[in-house]
T-cell receptor, first 113, second 117 residues
């Protein structure tokens, strides 16, 4: 499994953009980059995933570096409900590859009112 | 859509008893479900992968005779912690993958907090 490096914690103010970085320098060419988040005392929640191109959905945007060794999850306007631990998870999408999600320590995001 | 429920949400039991946790996909069918465990201030650790109609695949270090998994239908998987001990106290979380997708997003349940006295 590709190793990831994320900051232990980050802080943001409400209604400001948040950029959550993730380094995954050992990612293979077929691994998608998944982001999940876990609110306090809840199960994780899917946020977004991508392979090479930048991706947008209603929750967030994902910017993937050209060399795919890093990516950034972007919350355009943080709200108090976005306070959570964010996990960046490279995962193989090929047949025969492991479909397991391996959770690292993630980044704990605090949003200040 | 893609809602996963768990029951119970919390359980307290005496040491030596068995506890069953249910994981249900409410609005979709799931051929594969996953069971995770999370200790305080730690990340999720995969315990086992459960496939409908077949035996579960356990991760290294997870005792299959202690953590019994049954995936009898496309919408239900159960985890039974047998002869529970205080060190089994943890947050147990299941997830489910949509039937028919070889890869794809996992949808997580809200978790079950187990306290063994």
């Amino acid at each position: 499994d590709a190793k990831t490096t994320q900051p232990n914690s980050m802080e943001s103010n409400e209604e400001e953009p948040v950029h959550l970085p993730c380094n995954h320098s050992t990612i293979s060419g077929t691994d998608y980059i998944h982001w999940y988040r876990q609110l306090p005392s809840q199960g994780p929640e899917y946020v977004i995933h991508g392979l090479t191109s930048n991706v947008n959905n209603r929750m967030a945007s994902l910017a993937i570096a050209e060399d795919r060794k890093s990516s950034t999850l972007i919350l355009h306007r943080a709200t108090l409900r976005d306070a959570a631990v964010y996990y960046c998870i490279p995962r193989s999408e090929t047949q025969g590859g492991s479909e397991k999600l391996v959770f690292g320590k993630g980044t704990k995001l605090t949003v200040n009112p | 859509g893609a809602v996963v429920s768990q029951h119970p949400s919390r359980v307290i039991c005496k040491s030596g008893t068995s506890v069953k946790i249910e994981c249900r996909s409410l609005d979709f069918q799931a051929t594969t479900m996953f069971w995770y465990r999370q200790f305080p201030k730690q990340s999720l650790m995969l315990m086992a992968t459960s496939n409908e109609g077949s035996k579960a695949t356990y991760e290294q270090g997870v005792e299959k005779d202690k953590f019994l998994i049954n995936h009898a239908s496309l919408t239900l998987s159960t985890l039974t912690v047998t002869s529970a001990h205080p060190e089994d106290s943890s947050f147990y979380i299941c997830s489910a993958r949509l039937a028919g997708s070889t890869r794809g997003t996992q949808y997580f349940g809200p978790g079950t907090r187990l306290l063994v006295l």
